[in-house]
């Protein structure tokens, strides 16, 4: 732990950055549930429901790349800010919404959150590699996911009770309220640096389309950063199975309550917030290559007992124990995985690599959502759902063995003949 807190108490930027990284995800995610339940309470619809969550998730294959375009040319702090108080401003529609006639605007303004937020978002990642030392990227990106696990778990339960108590006008002034705060604390950030143009490369102003083609074209070329790609979307794709069928599991096959359900979602977050402070302690003791390959190793065979045990004993208490272990195999995962793409990217590119394998990844949970909702009712949840373990397993000798040679030198030019135009 103390490198971990070492880098707290030491390096006042990261604690700003992390300090509003914890509040503004702590109030999407205090909207965001209360929202499925307001949008369920006017219309009666599940249907509805899960039309606001698309609405949420489209942005995100549809801009995230784009987005890390322009985190690479834009000053990264000043694009924080901005997004920050565009974030805010986007949520005031929401204020109109009284009847089930109006739930479109509610629609129109996450969709429009969603899309500021693919802007905001590789600005975010790529300022973690500016504002926090080399040696010290795993303990940050630990201490990240676990701001996360905690904004999840006292967000979730703050979301319901808010919308039942008090309405929607309620939670979108305490979303404003945490983006109003996050955007300060990012503003008192003082040493950001802004990245350095993509234009040097070439000499020549690449244009839009030409510089995400050119991000693009990192990803796929590079060993370290292909395989870094080709882990994110086969594992987004086991996310959309899990995210999907972890509630019929529970509910269906052990015959659960929904109380006992939301006991698991709470339990997975406290498991995470374990392994993020493990994490950190370990952080510079194990190389992030292994700490990853290692981690998605026992991640896979976690998640892969979480979906059969029930066929030899179909009792809840199992699931509990399983579901709080396996954060912390993925804490390491996630730090690992966030570290070794801001170390291996060049800093003028680390917006385009961060926005075009986060936007692999929502298309890859697009289609393991889809698939399993098709597939867990034709084929049955337990075999549908242990893919995801299943996936994992074959990626963990991938990765290491990928990796057992040194990373790829970062080429002198990165642009290929004929790219720019």
């Not at 994490?279 to 998605?296: C, D, E, F």
């Not at 936007?359 to 893919?387: K, Q």
Request: charge should be neutral; include cysteine.
């Amino acid at each position: 732990m103390r490198a971990a807190w070492n880098l707290l108490a030491r390096n006042r930027n990261y604690r700003l950055l992390v300090t509003a990284h914890l509040i503004s995800a702590g109030g999407d995610w205090i909207l965001g549930v209360g929202m499925t339940f307001i949008v369920y309470r006017l219309t009666g619809s599940a249907l509805a429901s899960g039309t606001m969550l698309l609405m949420s998730f489209l942005p995100q294959f549809l801009l995230g790349s784009v987005g890390g375009v322009f985190a690479d040319r834009w000053d990264r702090r000043r694009t924080m800010i901005i997004t920050n108080a565009l974030l805010a401003a986007s949520l005031l529609p929401l204020l109109l919404v009284h009847d089930p006639d109006q739930v479109w605007l509610l629609y129109v303004a996450v969709f429009v959150e969603g899309a500021i937020a693919q802007f905001f978002a590789p600005a975010e990642a790529a300022m973690v590699a500016t504002v926090v030392p080399e040696r010290d990227l795993v303990a940050a990106n630990a201490l990240n996911g676990q701001t996360q696990q905690l904004a999840r778990l006292g967000g979730a339960g703050l979301g319901g009770a808010i919308a039942a108590a008090s309405g929607l006008t309620a939670l979108v002034l305490v979303d404003v309220t945490t983006y109003a705060l996050a955007t300060v604390l990012v503003a008192m950030i003082t040493v950001a640096k802004k990245p350095a143009p993509a234009e040097p490369v070439t000499k020549v102003s690449l244009g839009l389309r030409a510089e995400w083609l050119d991000g693009l074209r990192l990803c796929l070329t590079r060993r370290d950063l292909s395989t870094l790609l080709v882990y994110r979307v086969l594992s987004g794709l086991g996310e959309g199975i899990f995210g999907v069928l972890l509630a019929p599991l529970v509910v269906g096959v052990l015959q659960a309550s929904g109380g006992e359900y939301g006991f698991v979602v709470a339990m997975q977050a406290i498991g995470g917030v374990a392994g993020g402070l493990a994490v950190a302690a370990l952080s510079h003791r194990i190389a992030p290559t292994k700490l990853l390959g290692y981690g998605v190793l026992v991640f896979g065979a976690l998640d892969l007992a979480i979906a059969v045990y029930p066929l030899a004993l179909p009792m809840l208490w199992p699931t509990f124990v399983l579901i709080t272990v396996v954060g912390l195999p993925a804490a390491g995962v996630v730090a690992s995985f966030n570290s070794l793409q801001q170390l291996w990217t060049p800093d003028e590119y680390r917006g385009r690599v961060f926005g075009a394998i986060s936007a692999g990844w929502a298309v890859a949970v697009s289609a393991g959502t889809v698939l399993a909702g098709f597939l867990g009712d034709e084929v049955g949840i337990i075999p549908v759902l242990a893919v995801q373990g299943v996936i994992h397993l074959l990626l963990a000798p991938f990765v290491l063995v990928r990796w057992s040679r040194k990373p790829d030198a970062v080429p002198a030019v990165l642009v290929a003949e004929g790219s720019v135009g």
